[in-house]
């Protein structure tokens, strides 16, 4: 496995929650950061969140920060979204992916090893 898996999206009325999981190898997911991104139809790719190997340094998307959390066990190689007070704007498939060594966390361009996303809709 390559490739990030990303899992725990679906339906949710606004103002629900939702935990979405990252499941990578150790290859992948060992000693680096990680990150979440999110896409909406006919929208680029944003950044949501961000966590460092040690999972003490956390860096989150002003849109979201105070409403979801960002968590990994590096035992188990997954890394996780809390996602609560959710709004119907928080609509988007969700992506996990490593962050390489240089750049900003917020860059999507710095990222690599993409999963194939998890689809989170939030009903008004």
């Known amino acids: 496995q390559v490739q990030p898996v990303e899992s725990g999206g679906g339906l949710v009325q606004a103002g629900g929650s939702l935990r979405l999981s990252c499941a990578a190898s150790?290859?992948?997911?060992?000693?680096?950061?990680m990150g979440w991104f999110r896409q909406a139809p006919g929208k680029e790719r944003e950044f949501v969140a961000h966590?460092?190997?040690?999972?003490?340094?956390?860096y989150y998307a002003d849109s979201v920060k105070g409403r979801f959390t960002i968590s990994r066990d590096n035992a188990k190689t997954i890394v996780y979204l809390q996602m609560n007070s959710l709004k119907p704007e928080d609509t988007g498939v969700y992506y996990c992916?490593?962050?390489?060594?240089?750049?900003?966390?917020?860059?999507?361009?710095?990222?690599?090893?993409w999963g194939r996303g998890t689809q989170v809709t939030v009903s008004a």
């Open positions: 992916a490593r962050k390489g060594l240089f750049g900003t966390y917020d860059d999507a361009r710095r990222y690599a090893y």
């Open positions: 150790a290859q992948i997911f060992s000693n680096v950061p």
């Open positions: 966590i460092n190997w040690s999972g003490d340094i956390t």
